[in-house]
Each structure stands twice: as structure tokens, then as C-alpha cells.
């Protein structure tokens, strides 16, 4: 039986209300955090996603839940998502902060199960909803993570794979467009567009992506990043291999969410590099589209999940969650692991999500780093 999870489909902000905010007009006390949409705001403003840097201070974003094995009493863990239905993803405008509670928010778009026994989500793409995307309520702060997906084969049509931090921090496995045996992997740091040569780089599959399941692993640790297909490394990249000409690493660090989603690159609002870059426009007459019914989609099998740590953080007692402490001397934001909780005020948690909800869609994928990601190829 289909199960489908629709979720708003119109990005439009429905509050006038909601402040902005950027790198020059942080959030005020009364809406401290700055969502990933760049809209300030209490409550699920406060939660994955939330951007420290323009928030009120930098602690103003709820702790985020820390990678951790459900056993609680080990830190490390390695834990296998397997999809066989949607009782652990939540609707990211209805999650209050509870990571035992979900593993994943939906926060765009709609998803159903294809097949409960093998386990089998499929992310869909509508005309007018803008993309889907699942992201992980837990973050990783280094870790070894792996995708087993069907990716899109039809141009304009993008699927991804990443890791994503809150100050943009960001790992990436991409596939875009019309080619089923490219993928192409990617990093940046601290949403940083100014690179004077490209972090990209193409990688072959060995075979057809949209009809063929494939292992994707994006391994980052601390001072490596290796990227590999079908569990050969097809590309490795050393801490040390990103320094700046003033000797700062440009290399992710930052607790980040792992993303998985397909959006439309090949629409006319896009730059037309991007366009290019996906594969050209997406034909939403094409006989795929139509026959689901009106969608494409790509289909994930799993994602298995394995904690990494950071040699420059000491762990609580009962370690709960990341929370950032300030810049270190080179402008890097920093986090450490903390035992606050990361669930939001327990006793407002009902009225708070009332009120949020009516502008947590001001905003749209389109702002988010998804579309970073493309200027790199544009
Ligand atoms: C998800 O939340 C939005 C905003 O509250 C709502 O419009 C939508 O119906 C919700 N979807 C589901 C499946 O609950
Ligand atoms: C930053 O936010 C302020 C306040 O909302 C707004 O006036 C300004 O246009 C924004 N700047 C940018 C570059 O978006
Ligand atoms: C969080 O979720 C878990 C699992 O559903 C539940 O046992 C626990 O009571 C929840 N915690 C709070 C504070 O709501
Ligand atoms: C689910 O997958 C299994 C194993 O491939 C297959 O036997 C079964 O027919 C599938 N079920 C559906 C509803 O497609
Ligand atoms: C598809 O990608 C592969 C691997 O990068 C490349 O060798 C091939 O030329 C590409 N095909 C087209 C039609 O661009
Ligand atoms: C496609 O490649 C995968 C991984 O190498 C392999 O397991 C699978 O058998 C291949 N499928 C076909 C149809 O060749
Ligand atoms: C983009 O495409 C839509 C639908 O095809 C059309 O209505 C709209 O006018 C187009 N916009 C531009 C700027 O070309
Ligand atoms: C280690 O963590 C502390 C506290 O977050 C921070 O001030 C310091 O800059 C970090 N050192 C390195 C080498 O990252
Ligand atoms: C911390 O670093 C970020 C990224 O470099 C920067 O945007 C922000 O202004 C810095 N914050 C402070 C308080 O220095
Ligand atoms: C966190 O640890 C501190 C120091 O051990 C302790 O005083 C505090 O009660 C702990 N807080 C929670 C929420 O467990």
C-alpha cells in the first residue's frame, strides 16, 4: 500500500511577519534563531538547520541531537536506516527537537514507500512542489556515511546525497541530470563561493544509476575526506590539501545533518549554467512523468551511518548534543559536545508550534546551499 506524505507545497511566506536575517541583520532577542531559510523566528526556527552565525548569538539555535548509538552508553555507533516505512521521518514543521523519537524530518516535498519488505522510500518531484528532502535529525560531526540509492535519469532533474552542516559546512555526492554513469563529488566550507579553482570532480559509475542500486560513501573525518562508489575510493582529499594562502584549512568541521533529496535544476529560473549542468530543462511532458501519475523520482534503499570524532573534543558523561562556543582564532565557527538536551521546552512545545507553523515555509530549497553546490559548475 502507498503511503504519501504531503507536505505544503507552497514555499511561499504566508506570515509578513517573519525578520530576515544574514551576515549583516542578525536575528533580535524576541526571534533568536535564524532558520535555514534566513528567517528568524522561536521554536522549529531554533532547530536543524538553525544558523548560528546570524542567529541572536551563537547559542541561540537549540543544542543539535549528537550521533549516537541507541544504546546511549557508547558513543560510537553504526546504524543502518532501512526505510521499510515512514514511522520514524516527521514532518519537519511538526518535530520538537526528539532524535529518539525520529531519525529523519521531511522538509520538502513527499515521499512514499515502494516496497515495505525490501524497504524501499521514493523522493518525488511534482511541477510545483519544488523538490523533496529528508534530512537526518541527528548530526554527524565526522563520520563514514553510505547511501544505497536509484538516482534520476532524466535532465534537469538533480539527486542528492550530502552531508550538510548548520553554518554550511558541506560534503556532497551529486548526480546531475541525464547521465546514469556519472556521479560527481564535492566539498565546501563555511558556504564559501569564492574559491578560485573548483572542488568538483566527476566520478564513473559502473553501471546505470537510475536501474541499478550503488553504494555511495562519503568518509570525512578529521583531517582526511575520501569519497567512494560500490566501496572503492575514487577520491581522496587531505585536510592539509585545502589551505588558504594564509595557511587557514578550508575543509569542512562543523556537526553536520546527512540530506538526501532530488530538486529541479533545469527550470527557468535557474542560471542558465546551471541548466547546462543538469542536463538542460526538465521535459514534464516526458512519458515517465506522466505515467507515475504526475512525478519523477529516485529511490533509496539505505543509509548506513557510523560516528567519527573530533580528537579536540572531550565528551560529558551523558552526551547529548553539539553546541557551538564562538570562532576560533581563524574565523571557524566551533562546537563541542555537550549533555543539554535538545528537545524544545517540553511545557510550551504545543503553542510554540502553533504559531510557527503558519511561517516556517518562508523560504525555499532554492536558498538553501543546494543551489551552492551549482554555482561551482555554472
Ligand atoms: C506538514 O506540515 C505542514 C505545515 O504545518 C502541513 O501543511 C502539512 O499538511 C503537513 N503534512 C503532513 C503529512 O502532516
Ligand atoms: C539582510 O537582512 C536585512 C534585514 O532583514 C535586509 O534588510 C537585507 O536586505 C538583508 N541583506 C541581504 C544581502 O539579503
Ligand atoms: C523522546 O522520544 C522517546 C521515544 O519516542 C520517548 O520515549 C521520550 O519520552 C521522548 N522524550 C521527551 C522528552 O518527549
Ligand atoms: C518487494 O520486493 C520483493 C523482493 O524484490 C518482491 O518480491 C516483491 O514483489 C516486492 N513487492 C512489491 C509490492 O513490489
Ligand atoms: C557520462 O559520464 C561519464 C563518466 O564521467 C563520461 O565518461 C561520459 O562521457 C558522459 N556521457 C555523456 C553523454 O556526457
Ligand atoms: C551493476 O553494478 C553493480 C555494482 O558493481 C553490480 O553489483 C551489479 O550486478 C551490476 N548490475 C548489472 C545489471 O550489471
Ligand atoms: C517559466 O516557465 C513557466 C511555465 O512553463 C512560465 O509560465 C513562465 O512564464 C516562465 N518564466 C520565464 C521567466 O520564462
Ligand atoms: C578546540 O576546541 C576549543 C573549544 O571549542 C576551541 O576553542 C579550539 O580552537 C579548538 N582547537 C582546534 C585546534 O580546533
Ligand atoms: C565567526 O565566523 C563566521 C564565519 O567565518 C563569521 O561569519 C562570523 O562573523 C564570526 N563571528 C564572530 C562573532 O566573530
Ligand atoms: C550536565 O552535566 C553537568 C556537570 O556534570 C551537570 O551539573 C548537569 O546537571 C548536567 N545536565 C544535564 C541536563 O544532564
Known sequence: MLYLLLLAASLVPTSV???????????????PCCSEYGFCGTGTYCLGGCNPIYSHSMTSCEPSPICQDKTASSFAFDIQYTFKDDS????????NGNASAYDFTLDNGAIYNLNSSIGEVALLLTQTN?????????????????????????????????????????????????????????FFWLGNVDYTSTNGQKDSISNDSYSNYHDYTINWQENQLEFSIDGVVVRSVKKTD????????????????????????????????????AGGMIDWSDPDYTAAGG?????????????????????????RS??????????????????????????AVASRLAVKSTTLWAGSLAASALALTMLFFA
Open 17 to 31: 511577519f517573519a525578520q530576515s536575517c544574514n551576515a549583516t541583520s542578525l536575528c533580535g532577542a524576541s526571534a
Open 88 to 95: 520514524r521521518i516527521i514532518n519537519s514543521t511538526l518535530y
Open 130 to 186: 519544488g523538490g523533496t528532502r529528508l534530512s537526518t535529525t541527528r548530526y554527524i560531526q565526522y563520520g563514514k556515511v553510505t547511501a544505497r540509492l536509484k538516482t534520476s535519469k532524466w535532465a534537469g532533474v538533480v539527486t542528492a546525497f550530502i552531508t550538510m552542516s548548520d553554518v554550511k559546512d558541506e560534503v556532497d555526492w551529486e548526480w546531475p541530470g541525464a547521465n546514469t554513469t556519472q556521479a560527481q563529488s564535492n
Open 242 to 277: 585545502t589551505l588558504d594562502p594564509s595557511g587557514v584549512p578550508e575543509y569542512p568541521t562543523t556537526p553536520a545533518r546527512v540530506q538526501l533529496s532530488i530538486w529541479p535544476a533545469g527550470i527557468n529560473t535557474s542560471a542558465p549554467g546551471t541548466v547546462q549542468w
Open 295 to 319: 512525478h519523477f523520482a529516485v529511490v533509496i534503499n539505505s543509509l548506513t551511518v557510523q560516528c567519527g570524532s573530533s580528537s579536540n573534543t572531550t565528551v560529558p558523561n551523558t552526551p
Open 322 to 347: 553539539y553546541v557551538y562556543s564562538g570562532n576560533n582564532t581563524q574565523g571557524v565557527p566551533q562546537a563541542y559536545i555537550s549533555n543539554a538536551t535538545t528537545i524544545l521546552n517540553s511545557g
